[in-house]
């Protein structure tokens, strides 16, 4: 395997998936005792540009953030419509779904991680930036989110 | 439920089952770039006093760390015997076990989580604090871990 392949071992998020993200939403907020925030839909397809498997789909997801000390968790609750998101929802059902890391360079960082044996998953873009999970379960055990911030 | 339960909000370390250690320690070395740290077993039942669903068991299982940014990626290869390892290993497989919190005051905020509907899983000594795995997955959609250190 090539070494340092993310040049980065800051992880960034913990993402999870939710079936009812108000109700998780509201217990998180309970129990750390803090406000609770408003989820967003992810962009339709058109801007998100998702791709699932290769192939363009229109999923989104419902997203909530929470600050947990120096990273992020963050639920997802996803539509019915191809995704990795619904699919591991439904075939594993709630819980854990990644850890994230912002990386510099995603076509390169990709790229090499498909060299080495860990397939693009899913991709999209959003406001001021781009994702992409990639097939990193069979080597470490749990899926990982790259995600790439535009410059300012 | 009460508010602020933790007082904490800070994840500390992401814990994920493995089958195979000395496999996944190495790529995750490799991955990310760093020394391939040992593992090492929990402490024998004498010192690690552990109780799985209100049962001593002599559990044991092997642990490596890995410092990711401001938290500790932490993989679990477990024995055999009874315990929260084993059998989430068993019945889900290998990935993501837990997130852990430092608090202070452990039989305090065990009793707290209790009377909100969170019940004790596991709990055992470590040199230098304890553990307690508490069942929030029907609340938070994750298994949360507190980790008391004692003061120096």
Redesign the interface.
Known sequence: ???????S????Q?G???NDIEA?SQ??A?????EKPNWFWTDTADKAQTEYKGEASVARAKLAF??????Q?E?IEPDEHPSTWRDHLNQ?G???HH?AFVIDGMKEKIALMEKNGMALVQKGEYTGGRYAYMD??P????MLELLENDKK
């Not at 080597?139 to 749990?142: N, Y």
């Open positions: 395997m090539d070494k340092n392949i993310l040049n071992r800051t992880i960034t913990v999870l998936l939710v998780t217990a998180y309970d129990f750390f005792g803090v929470f600050d947990m000390g120096s990273l968790l639920l594993y709630e819980g854990p850890i990193t379960f080597t470490l055990k749990v």
